[in-house]
Nanobody, 120 residues
Framework: QVQLVESGGDLVQPGGSLRLSCAAS????????MGWYRQAPGKQRELVAT???????NYADSVKGRFTISRDNAKNTVYLQMNSLEPEDTAVYYC??????????????WGQGTQVTVSS
């Protein structure tokens, strides 16, 4: 099986920074795209940022210039550096990965989520 485990969520003041991490483990052959999504109370889950295995990134307009996604392929880990945090960034952040467990078994996996709260 495959597991994604997030860490790094916390309570932070407006204007502060946090770094989220998500490590994939288990029976992994290849990891394609990885990404971060978030879900605020009463709202639908939305894309925050994605990164391909080659390093191409994509961001939601609301986080461009403030958030940076990166990955360490050797560690099967994706990161989200969040700067200039705003109260509107408060949400549960979920890691997502497109993983081949072998040459033909491909699935999308999700982590359990980590809470980010931006408040004074």
């Amino acid at each position: 099986q495959v597991q994604l485990v997030e860490s790094g969520g916390d309570l932070v003041q407006p204007g502060g920074s946090l770094r989220l991490s998500c490590a994939a483990s288990g029976s992994i052959f290849v990891i394609n795209a990885m990404g971060w999504y978030r879900q605020a109370p009463g709202k639908q889950r939305e894309l925050v940022a994605t990164i391909t295995s080659g390093g191409t990134t994509n961001y939601a307009d609301s986080v461009k210039g403030r958030f940076t996604i990166s990955r360490d392929n050797a560690k099967n880990t994706v990161y989200l550096q969040m700067n200039s945090l705003e109260p509107e960034d408060t949400a549960v952040y979920y890691c997502n990965a497109d993983i081949f467990r072998n040459a033909w078994a491909r699935n999308t996996y999700w982590g359990q989520g980590t809470q980010v709260t931006v408040s004074s």
